[in-house]
């Protein structure tokens, strides 16, 4: 899932959505797999945070065009990893019904500890043993990621800003 050159809408705040799934902390504190399906997983839930913030705003054009730099990234990485053109559609398809599962689990989660707990144990450690440290860790992060989107104004947040700047609000233009 490498950040990909390219001139697109989506390009900035897809960026910052790999580079925060990219975190160490996730990997170490969290004990996320740091693996292929492991780093995918944490795209898909960082994608899936900035996808409901989006929504939340009515942003539907931003987030399709979110899921097509997504999209982009993911057949990137396929072909780089060898994966040959007759079967690149089936693998974005599974790719994108799992980004769809998460982002469906990640939204009825939302403001539920336990649910959200349990549809991190389901998706992102796909069922794995986790330490329930790590687990309370993770779903505390994933909060506070979701705060800082949904504190930052829209065009921050399109422009690849996570978090508002210093003094703004979220209704700010």
Not at 43 to 70: H, K, M, P, W, Y
Not at 129 to 139: I, K, Q, Y
Request: charged share 25%; proline share 5%; glycine share 10%.
């Amino acid at each position: 899932m490498g950040l990909v050159p390219r001139a697109g809408p989506m390009d900035a705040l897809y960026d910052a959505v790999v580079a925060e799934a990219r975190r160490p902390d996730w990997y170490l504190a969290g004990q996320v797999p740091d693996t292929l399906d492991g780093r995918f997983d944490m795209v898909a839930l960082i994608l899936s945070l900035a996808l409901i913030r989006l929504e939340d705003d009515g942003a539907a054009q931003a987030c399709a065009d979110l899921t097509e730099r997504f999209i982009s990234d993911m057949d990137g990485t396929l072909r780089q990893d060898g994966i040959g053109d007759q079967v690149v559609g089936k693998h974005i398809g599974r790719m994108v019904a799992a980004l769809g599962g998460r982002l469906g689990a990640y939204r009825e989660a939302r403001d539920d500890d336990a649910a959200m707990a349990e549809a991190l144990r389901r998706n992102l450690w796909r069922g794995a043993d986790v330490p329930e440290d790590a687990v309370d860790w993770t779903v505390g992060e994933t909060r506070r990621v979701a705060r800082r989107l949904d504190a930052t104004p829209l065009p921050a947040v399109l422009s690849g800003h996570m978090a508002p700047p210093s003094g703004a609000a979220r209704t700010a233009a």
